[in-house]
């Protein structure tokens, strides 16, 4: 067969097919195997969606109790990596995601996971399900130094999470709802770079720690997992310098984009600021009247900026304001993040496996010329 050269970024290529789901960027929505992603925020629980990735539908009420109580069994760390968690949560300077990419691996080989390719499909959906229900037991414990705080089994898997964090009770019920619908229209987003880091390593019949261990480094980038938080340093700036329009024209001026605006496939809206503005407003914290208002001088300022181009209010200026009234703390944004994307990620992994063909592209070499000997070989 012969070569097909591709754009940089493999932007547009389509290079698998998947029922999982898919961004309508035209139409500015996304859903999840057919159901609007932002209607599930707004009316679902984290379990049920999470039913729905990994077991293809949304279940009725008896079988979404069952699957609550079958994955509630599986949130505790094992002893033994309990025992090392410190050692890795011993650096303070090592990001959060750092951190949770070595106890992924040290999780995957303390409960013995192997190639996949030795396992029924049973035993690999058990496995996505385990990784699911241990990342915020693996997130809390990072936040807290490595040390593993008693969760809830009588709790839902947010609520655990904010138990194990610490001071769930502290939370009012809005808050703790506010996070769950943040993570649930993060679960997953299309072919983007971490999930397809995760299919490629899944590809060659790695074990499920593998794949997760890519994914996690990939989202760690900040082109991927970003930084919300630095959506929140620009409101403080522009909070204290007092004058949102100068500043954001002083930015302009210099080149610099604004942080939370544009995105590479909606070229309107983002359905998950849209959605993620609402739950803030209904929060209330501090934060949303002076979030709404710099939004507003923002996009004034971006259209007289480009008015050739849409810059709209992406995801990640939202989802700062709404886990920051959450009560999470700025350097377990990306982390809270990676626990909901792990839904997507081994709901991918699993559909890949089931029907696999290893990703093994080619590439245009460009270097320099082969010596004489090698080329009458070619
Ligand atoms: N502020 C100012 N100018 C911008 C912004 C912005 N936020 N976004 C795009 N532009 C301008 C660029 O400067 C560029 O101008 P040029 O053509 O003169 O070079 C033009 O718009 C196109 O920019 P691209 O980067 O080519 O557009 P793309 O759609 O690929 O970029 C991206 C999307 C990376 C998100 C961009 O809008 C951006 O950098 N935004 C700020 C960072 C951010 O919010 N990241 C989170 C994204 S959401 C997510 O990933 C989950």
Redesign the pocket.
């Known amino acids: 067969m012969g070569s097909i050269q591709v754009p940089p970024g493999l932007e547009g290529v389509i290079a698998a097919q998947t029922s999982i789901g898919a961004v309508n960027g035209q139409q500015g929505f996304y859903h999840y195997r057919g159901y609007n992603a932002v209607e599930l925020a707004g009316e679902r629980s984290y379990e049920e969606v999470w039913h729905l990735m990994h077991r293809g539908n949304l279940p009725e009420r008896g079988d979404a109790l069952e699957f609550a109580a079958q994955v509630r069994e599986l949130r505790e760390i094992p002893e033994d990596v309990l025992s090392l968690l410190p050692a890795i949560a011993s650096n303070p300077s090592t990001p959060l995601l750092a951190q949770l990419r070595s106890a992924m691996s040290l999780v995957a080989t303390s409960l013995g996971w192997s190639s996949w390719l030795d396992l029924s499909p049973q035993e690999q959906a058990q496995q996505a399900a385990h990784a699911v229900a241990i990342m915020p037991a693996l997130v809390a414990a990072l936040a807290n130094g490595g040390v593993a705080k008693a969760g809830d089994k009588s709790l839902s898997l947010i609520e655990d999470f904010l138990q194990r964090l610490g001071g769930q009770a502290d939370r009012t019920p809005e808050q703790i709802r506010a996070l769950e619908q943040y993570l649930i229209t993060t679960i997953d987003h299309g072919f983007n770079a971490s999930t397809f880091a995760a299919r490629v390593v899944t590809s060659t019949g790695a074990d499920l720690g593998a794949s997760l261990t890519a994914a996690i480094g990939a989202l760690s980038g900040p082109l ?1 997992g ?1 930084a919300p938080s630095l959506a929140l340093t620009m409101l403080d700036e522009i909070e204290s310098a007092g004058r949102a329009e100068q500043w954001i024209q002083n930015k ?1 001026d210099a080149g610099q ?8 496939v909606y070229r309107g809206t983002d359905p998950r600021a849209d959605f993620l503005r609402e739950v803030a407003i209904k929060l209330d914290s501090q934060r949303t009247q002076l979030a709404l208002d710099v939004e507003e001088v923002i996009l004034a300022s ?1 259209a007289r ?2 008015p050739d ?1 849409v ?1 709209a209010t ?3 200026y939202w989802a700062a304001v709404v886990m920051e009234a959450a009560g999470l703390a700025p350097e377990l944004f990306t982390p809270a993040f990676t626990m909901s994307r792990t839904i997507g990620w081994t709901a991918h992994i699993l559909e890949q496996a089931a029907n696999n063909k290893l990703i093994r592209p080619s590439s245009d070499y460009v270097g320099a010329a082969p010596n004489r000997a090698m080329a009458q070989a070619f």
Request: no cysteine.
């Open positions: 991927h970003g302009l984009r604004i942080m939370g605006f544009g995105h590479r971006l900026h480009r181009r810059l992406n995801v990640e």
